[in-house]
């Protein structure tokens, strides 16, 4: 099991890499005055991840920790249980597959032929017994200190990433307190959830005492992944559909949107919330770290 110093430190275990030459490449065009330009954009791969003989899905991805992003997904699709051993994790860079093996044996050939899409992008999407399992989870009493988010959120948007470098892309972090442990990016904000799910399963780190944040919408994927991870807290820079709402209100999951400089809006848990922060001392946001957001939230 990770075990994370208590100190304050704002070091990530995992950060965005956007010098890394495999997850985006330089790209000529013109601007609006039809001036020659070169720009970065996003590299965009095929996964295939098979959970032991069996070919489960292909996801669109940048392609960075292909392991993770396996078990994650499995994990969040019901297919891999909290319990199951896994024995192994391969990665085939040129044939584009990851396949994940278990001591359990599994077949999830009707699972497979039942599934419900969602609101999320590119290949986001829930299997019909999901709902069904969200019932049995019950999320661990926890503490929001209003200093905590402020403080999360600054060094979240001004942390080097390849939507800075980039954009066409959304970003999750896995925080303890003030403190973000890992930060994942994809093309697909349920990729980034996933590859974080999947770190803490390889890992070990235990859910009750941590803090999601996302950059996208807090939609009901968004909310069944969190609750299913066992994270009591999720927070996002952008809003929320009423299907999210109310599954998080069920869940007893806080559910805060809208987060940018001074400004959150909660609406489910708010019991966890402690307003220890005096707003006079909070900068708002800088232009420069702002992303996409509803028109009303300007």
């Known amino acids: 099991m990770v075990v994370f110093p208590m100190s304050h430190s704002k070091d990530y275990i995992i950060r965005p ?10 790209v000529r065009g013109i601007d609006q005055t039809g001036q020659p330009i070169e720009t970065s954009v996003v590299v965009e791969r095929a996964l295939t991840i098979f959970l032991n003989g069996q070919e489960i ?5 940048i392609g960075d920790y292909p392991d993770y992003l396996a ?8 297919m891999l249980l909290p319990d199951d051993v896994v024995t192994a994790v391969d990665y085939d860079e040129e044939l584009a597959v990851v396949v994940v093996r278990t001591k359990r044996k599994t077949n999830y050939e009707k699972k497979l032929k039942k599934k419900v899409q969602t609101s999320g992008c590119a290949q986001g999407t829930v299997f019909g017994d999901l709902m069904e399992a969200l019932e049995t989870v019950t999320l661990p009493d926890a503490e929001l200190r209003t200093s905590w988010l402020y403080a999360l959120t600054n060094t979240v ?12 892309i959304h970003g999750c972090v896995l925080a303890v307190e003030d403190r973000p442990l890992v930060y994942m990016e994809d093309v697909g904000r349920h990729n980034a959830v996933d590859k974080i799910a999947g770190w803490m399963f390889q890992e070990r780190v235990p859910a009750h005492d941590k803090i999601f944040y996302t950059t996208g919408r807090l939609t009901s994927e968004m909310v069944i992944k969190t609750v299913r991870m066992g994270i009591p807290i999720l927070i996002s820079r952008s809003g929320f559909t009423a299907w999210g709402v109310e599954l998080a209100r069920k869940a007893n999951l806080t559910l805060i949107g809208r987060a940018r400089g001074k400004r959150f809006v909660a609406l489910a848990g708010e019991q966890r919330i402690v307003f220890d922060q005096d ?4 900068a708002e946001e800088s ?12």
């Open 17 to 26: 890499d956007p010098a890394d030459p495999r997850l985006t490449e330089r």
């Open 157 to 168: 948007n001004t942390t080097p990433s390849l939507y800075l470098e980039a954009g066409a």
């Open 57 to 61: 899905v292909t996801a669109m991805t």
């Open 287 to 298: 232009a420069k770290h702002r992303r996409k957001a509803a028109v009303h939230d300007d």
């Open 71 to 78: 078990i994650g997904y499995l994990l969040n699709q019901n």
């Open 279 to 282: 707003l006079a001392y909070v």
